[in-house]
Nanobody, 125 residues
Framework: QVQLVESGGGLVQRGGSLRLSCAASGFTVDSYTIGWFRQAPGKERDRVSC????????HYADSVKGRFIISRDNAKNTVYLQINSLKPEDTAVYYCAADLHITTSWCPRANFGTWGQGTQVTVSS
């Protein structure tokens, strides 16, 4: 049974940092494309980062580029999102998702069908 579980969210001050974790079970994160998304109240869900299974390339939304870093720890079967220099506008529920349709997916064409439950990130002024 496949599952993704996010953790690491919390309340931080402007300029602070967090490391979000996406622990996978039932599949190996090394073999599939994994994305991070976020959704603020009343807003559309946006993709903020992605790591491709085909070549390991990483992708970032313009709003987070230079501040967020996506990585994989294959031994722990976990994908991380290090979020730095946080701003109040980063406040959202953060989700990880996997494209399990194929093992050679890449981020620009990924079809994310498996989702975690989300972890709340709140950034105060």
């Amino acid at each position: 049974q496949v599952q993704l579980v996010e953790s690491g969210g919390g309340l931080v001050q402007r300029g602070g940092s967090l490391r979000l974790s996406c622990a996978a079970s039932g599949f190996t994160v090394d073999s599939y494309t994994i994305g991070w998304f976020r959704q603020a109240p009343g807003k559309e869900r946006d993709r903020v980062s992605c790591i491709s299974s085909s070549d390991g390339s990483t992708h970032y939304a313009d709003s987070v580029k230079g501040r967020f870093i996506i990585s994989r720890d294959n031994a722990k079967n976990t994908v991380y999102l290090q979020i730095n220099s946080l701003k109040p506008e980063d406040t959202a529920v953060y989700y990880c998702a996997a494209d399990l349709h194929i093992t050679t997916s890449w981020c620009p064409r990924a079809n994310f069908g498996t989702w975690g439950q989300g972890t709340q990130v709140t950034v105060s002024s």
